[in-house]
C-alpha cells in the first residue's frame, strides 16, 4: 500500500515501479508481446501487454530513466532489428545485437 504522503512524482515513479514488475512477471511466463496481441490472448494478457507497451515508450521527468546529471544524447540515427522468422534472418539479428554489444530479446 503506498504511503499517504508521496509526492505526485514519487507516486508517479511506484506505479511505474509496480507496471515494470508486471510486465516482467508476464514476460517469465512467456506470453508477454510488444506485437498486435495474438488472437488467443485473453482480456488480462491483452491488457498487461498494452501496460508493456506504453511503460516501454512514455516517460516522465524524474521518472529515474535518465539521470538528471548526463546530459540527453541525441541521435543521429536509429534502427530497428528484430529475430525475424527464418533461421538466417535469426542469425543476423544475433549478429547484429552482438555488434552493437545488446542482449538479444524475443520482442527485437
Not at 532489428?81 to 520482442?107: F, K, M, S, W
Amino acid at each position: 500500500m503506498p504511503e499517504p504522503d508521496l509526492s505526485e512524482q514519487e507516486y508517479l515513479r511506484q506505479i511505474e515501479l509496480l507496471a515494470i514488475d508486471v510486465v516482467d512477471q508476464a514476460r517469465g511466463e512467456g506470453w508477454l508481446s510488444y506485437q498486435p496481441d495474438p488472437d488467443q490472448a485473453t482480456p488480462l494478457q491483452r491488457a498487461v501487454n498494452e501496460l508493456a507497451r506504453q511503460v516501454r515508450h512514455h516517460h516522465f521527468d524524474g521518472d529515474g530513466c535518465l539521470d538528471d546529471d548526463r546530459a540527453v544524447l541525441h541521435l543521429g540515427g536509429a534502427a530497428l532489428i528484430a529475430p525475424g522468422r527464418t533461421p538466417q534472418e535469426h542469425d543476423l539479428y544475433q549478429t547484429r545485437c552482438a555488434e552493437l554489444g545488446v542482449e538479444t530479446r524475443a520482442e527485437g
